[in-house]
Structure formats: C-alpha cells, structure tokens
C-alpha cells in the first residue's frame, strides 16, 4: 500500500510515519507538507520522503495523489491562539486545502482518512453528564475548529455527492513527542525547564480529554483498516484532566512547588471543557488505547522534551514573546 501523509512533518503526522515504520514496515510512505513555522524536516528524519509543498497547490496535489491508494491527510492549521489573531491560514489551510485533496482524491479514484478534532462538537458545561459521540450536533467556538468542521463536511459531502470512499476521525487533546512548544503541555514543560512560571489561562480549570499521540494513531490505522466509508470514529482515551491539574503534575515532576504558576488572560471563547465518548470505535473496530496511565505518559513527556532540547529551543522565544504580546 503506498500511502501519502499531508501534514507529515507536524507533530501527529510525524509520530504517524514513525508508528507506521515500527509497525507496518511493508507500507510505503509520501509525506507532503508546507514546513510551516509548525512542520520540522528533523522530526521526520529519514523516515519517509518528504516533498514540500502545499495542500492547496491543485497540480502537486493531483500528481502526487494519483501516485498513491491512500490519502491520510493531517495537514492543517492547528493553534486556536494562532487562529484567533489571524484566522486568514486557517480558512486556506483547513478549507481550501482540504477541498483541494477532496478534489485528487474524487478524480484518481483514491481513498481518504480525513483527521479532525473533537472541537468541531463545541464544549461541554463542567457537570455535563454526557460526553461527545459520532451524534452530536457540530458547534465550533473558534476559528480553528469552525474551519476543521467545514472540512468534516466537505468530507461528507464529497462521499455522499460524489461516491468517494472516505472515513474521519475526531480525536481529543494529544500529547507526546514532537509537539510543538505552543501547545499546553509542551509550553508549560519548557518554562518550567527555563526557570519561567507556567501559565494558566482563567481559571485553569478548563477541562481537556488527554490521548497520547499514538493512541491516536493506531486509531486512525484502526479506521483505515476496518472503517466503513462514509463513518465517523471518534478518538478518545478517557484522559480528562483540569489544566491546572495538568500543570501541578509537570511541576512537582520538576521539583517546583505546585502552585510556581500564573493565572493570566484567558483564551476568548476559550471552550470549557472537552469529552469523548469512543465506544464505537471500541466496539465496532476492536480498538483500545495503550497508555492508560496519563501520569506515567506525562513523565516520559517531560523527560522527552527535557532530552530534546534541540528539537523546540529554536521555536522556544518566538512563542513565548508572541504570547507575551497578548499577555499570556
Ligand atoms: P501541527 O500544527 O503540529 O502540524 C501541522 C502540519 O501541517 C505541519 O507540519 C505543517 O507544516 C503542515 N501544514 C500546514 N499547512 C499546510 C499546507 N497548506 N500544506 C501542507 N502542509 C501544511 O498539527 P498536529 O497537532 O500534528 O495536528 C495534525 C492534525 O490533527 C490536524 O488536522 C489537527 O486538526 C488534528 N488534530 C490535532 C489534535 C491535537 O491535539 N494536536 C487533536 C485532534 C485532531
Ligand atoms: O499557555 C497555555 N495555557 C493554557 O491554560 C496554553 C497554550 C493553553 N492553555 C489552555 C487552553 C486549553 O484549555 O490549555 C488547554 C489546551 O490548550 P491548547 O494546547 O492550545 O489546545 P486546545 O485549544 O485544547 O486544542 C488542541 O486540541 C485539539 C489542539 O491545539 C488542536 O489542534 C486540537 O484539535
């Protein structure tokens, strides 16, 4: 099978190539991708070809994907902060992009595993009994996941119209290596490493639904093995964690006093709290996730990025002076 990984240089795209060469060593792998400020030739390494290009180019896109029998397409702009100051990426990126593989794959007959987020279901009250399922009504907050949800729907109109053959996945809050130090946990890890406080935006007691990066991925490879065309598969791995809670755990790993952080500014229509319900994927495909103890999953994070220090130190003050323009 000869598959093409858009967004392979990112962070669940890298791992993605990386899980697929430790466990599927007969599939051969394409990766395209942008380089964007968040895509790094140096967490791919060798490990597949790597052709750099955009999502939106139509003529790249149809050459490559006529080449290939499956599409896993990670591409995407992913930040909500990012998304919040300049949405303009994030609508050609998620929307224009996606159409643009939609179209490859309409044309060359190829099948598509579309990779979405949990956020297109909007958020959850704290004490909501319920979790998100395949049912659940889309109601994205942000600019971020209201263009992930076009693409979700790009996606469903493309099968149902035009017969393409097509699954996605929405997945909660991934962590593990190669995450890019904007994100929470990476960010938190590195200031505490740097002698800075973390920071908490509100309250710090937003929720996330924590899933290591390859849980997510055998997920996906779950999906493309066994999912049926047209379906929806949510990834989650019952990780649900307070930020605060999150942050607490990184600094007394560090040997700091777990109140060493700051509350600062929160996140505008900053969503309260997510939740996944993955029984169909449970149930219907066999799949279950293998990190079940987020503390231990949290440590060897830490100590990843602790021993990598050259993979996010060159992106390290660029962020942090962007968050402080916003007073985060
Ligand atoms: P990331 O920001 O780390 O990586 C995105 C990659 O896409 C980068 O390598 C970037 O260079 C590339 N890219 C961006 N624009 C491009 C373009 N126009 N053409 C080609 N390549 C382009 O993101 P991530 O966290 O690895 O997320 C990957 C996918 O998973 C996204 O679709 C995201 O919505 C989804 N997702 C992420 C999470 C999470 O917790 N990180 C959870 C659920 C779903
Ligand atoms: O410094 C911070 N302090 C803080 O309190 C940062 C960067 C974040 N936060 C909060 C905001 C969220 O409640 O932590 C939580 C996680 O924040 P992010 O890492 O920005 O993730 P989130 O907005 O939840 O979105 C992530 O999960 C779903 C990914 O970035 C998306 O790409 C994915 O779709």
Redesign the pocket.
């Known amino acids: 099978m000869r598959v093409l990984v ?8 890298a791992n993605f190539v990386h899980w697929t060469r430790r466990h599927r060593p007969e599939v051969e792998l394409t990766v ?5 400020y ?3 030739g140096e967490s791919l390494g060798d490990a597949a070809p790597l052709v750099q ?4 180019d139509a003529a790249l896109v149809d050459r490559l994907v006529a080449e290939h029998d499956l599409v896993v ?7 909500n902060d990012n998304s919040l100051s300049d949405p303009s ?1 994030f609508v ?2 998620n929307l224009v ?1 996606t159409f643009t593989i939609l179209e490859a794959v309409r044309k060359h007959g190829v099948r598509l595993h579309h ?4 956020e297109v279901y909007g958020d959850l009250e704290l004490d909501d009994p319920e979790r998100f399922t395949e049912s659940t009504p889309y109601n994205p907050s942000s600019p971020y996941s209201s263009t ?1 949800a076009g693409s979700d729907l790009l996606v469903r109109a493309w099968v149902r119209s035009f017969g393409i053959t097509a699954t996605i996945s ?5 962590y593990g290596p190669y ?2 130090v904007e ?1 929470f946990i990476p960010r938190q890890i590195t200031n505490v490493l740097d002698g800075l406080r973390p920071k908490l935006y509100g309250d710090g007691l937003n929720v996330r639904d924590w899933i290591h990066v390859d849980d ?1 991925n055998s997920g996906v490879w779950a999906i493309v093995d066994k999912g049926r065309s047209g379906e929806t598969y949510l990834i989650g791995a019952d990780g649900e964690e307070t930020n605060r809670t999150v942050v607490e755990a990184i600094l007394r790993e560090l040997g700091q006093p777990d109140d060493a952080f700051d509350l600062v500014k929160d996140r505008p229509g900053h969503d309260r709290r997510y939740a996944i319900d993955s029984s169909k994927l449970r149930t219907e495909l066999g799949w279950a996730p293998q990190y079940s103890d987020f503390a231990a999953g949290l440590r060897a994070t830490i100590a990843w990025n602790r021993d990598h220090e050259a993979g996010w130190r060159p992106q390290k003050d660029a962020t942090e002076a962007k968050y402080a323009k916003a007073g985060q």
């Open positions: 858009t967004g392979g240089a990112g962070f669940i795209g395209l991708d942008a380089l964007t968040a895509g790094s290009g955009d999502i939106a397409h990670f591409a995407a702009e992913t930040h990426p050609q990126t992009g990779v979405s987020t949990d992930k929405n997945c909660s809050n991934n995450q890019h994100k997510h």
